[in-house]
């Protein structure tokens, strides 16, 4: 499996972004797929992912009602709609793969997100 993720770039508080990550090298309709970001100094954090199958979506506090994480079988890519940003924001987004239930063993290669203040 191969991600690749892409969309990345420098905003304004208050803007939007959307970001996209492109699978390959499997059957992309049986991933779990998940976004992360790692700020300078910080662990790296689970933002939001979408479940296999059932397409249940999970986001962490901090970007609940600015972020949607979507998903089309189709063309083989999760995306990550990122409105309202804020400067705690900025980081390298990840996006990763997990085979059905099993955890996140695949990921991209990260871009990055600056948010201005």
């Known amino acids: 499996v191969q991600l690749q993720a892409f969309g990345g770039g420098l905003v304004q508080a208050g803007g939007s972004l959307r970001l996209s990550c492109a699978f390959s090298?499997?059957?992309?309709?049986?991933?779990?797929m998940g976004w992360f970001r790692q700020a300078p100094g910080k662990e790296r954090e689970r933002v939001a992912n979408?479940?296999?199958?059932?397409?249940?979506?999970f986001y962490a506090d901090s970007v609940k009602g600015r972020f949607t994480i979507s998903r089309d079988n189709a063309k083989n890519t999760v995306y990550l709609q990122m409105n309202s940003l804020k400067p705690e924001d900025t980081a390298v987004y990840y996006c990763?793969?997990?085979?059905?239930?099993?955890?996140?063993?695949?990921w991209g290669q990260g871009t990055l997100v600056t948010v201005s203040s």
């Open positions: 990763a793969a997990g085979f059905r239930g099993e955890a996140f063993n695949y």
């Open positions: 090298g499997g059957r992309f309709s049986l991933y779990g």
């Open positions: 979408i479940v296999a199958g059932v397409n249940r979506v």
